[in-house]
């Protein structure tokens, strides 16, 4: 069964470097997403992708974050300058229209 | 804004209990998901419904749309159940993005 996929599982930065989170969605999929989640909290909405731009973003995904479709299968977040509170659990999800299929996350720790 | 709201936030039973997570919601929505969330982190999918009711196995969600309620059942609860469990709701005015619930932490002992 088709699954997506994320890379790396678990990342550590310095506070200020830049990361670049990568997933790989379905393939026949047309919507994407980025959700993150701090320990102990809820879930939450980042930003949704589809026809190669941005369709809905949060208060969260400010200017230092990024969405790029590459290469037309990677779905990529970028953190442009990490604080300590982007420290979280990043899923990519995607559907092709409802469901949402989800990623085993990244593990994001800034220090 | 749409808010989402789950109880209980805990839930620990016995092997073999019939298991009751409900879920509530404030505004219009055009789908409910449940998630499971394993200890490692990751998420599945159990179901998305827009109404009446589905079962997977032992599973089994409901939803009342007037009552802007949900509710998973599991049946003959397996120690394997313990996880994480979330419901999270489509907004209707949002494009696609889900509103996700704090999350109900099952545990099942043998």
């Known amino acids: 069964e088709p699954e997506v996929t994320q890379t790396p599982s678990h990342q550590v930065t310095q506070m200020g470097q830049e990361v670049i989170l990568h997933c790989v969605p379905i393939s026949n999929h047309l919507y994407f997403y980025w959700y993150r989640q701090i320990l102990g909290q809820k879930v939450e909405f980042l930003v949704s992708?589809?026809?190669?731009?941005?369709?809905?973003k949060s208060e969260i995904f400010d200017d230092q974050f990024s969405v790029e479709r590459p290469d037309g299968s990677n779905f990529t977040l970028k953190i442009r300058s990490t604080k300590l509170e982007d420290s979280a659990m990043y899923f990519c999800a995607s559907s092709p229209e409802g469901s949402q299929y989800f990623g085993p996350g990244t593990r994001l720790l800034v220090l | 804004k749409n808010e989402v709201e789950q109880s209980p936030q805990n839930l620990t039973a016995q092997e073999g209990e019939f298991i009751t997570i409900n879920c509530s919601y404030s505004v219009g929505i055009s789908a409910l998901h449940w998630l499971q969330q394993h200890p490692g982190g990751g998420i599945v999918s159990l179901f998305m419904?827009?109404?009446g009711k589905k079962k997977h196995g032992r599973l089994i969600a409901t939803i009342n749309i007037q009552e802007k309620h949900s509710s998973l059942h599991i049946t003959a609860s397996h120690p394997r159940d313990s996880a994480v469990y979330i419901c999270a709701a489509h907004d209707i005015q949002g494009a696609q993005k889900l509103v996700f619930g704090q999350g109900t932490r099952l545990t099942i002992n043998p």
């Open positions: 419904l827009s109404s």
């Open positions: 992708f589809y026809n190669n731009e941005i369709s809905e």
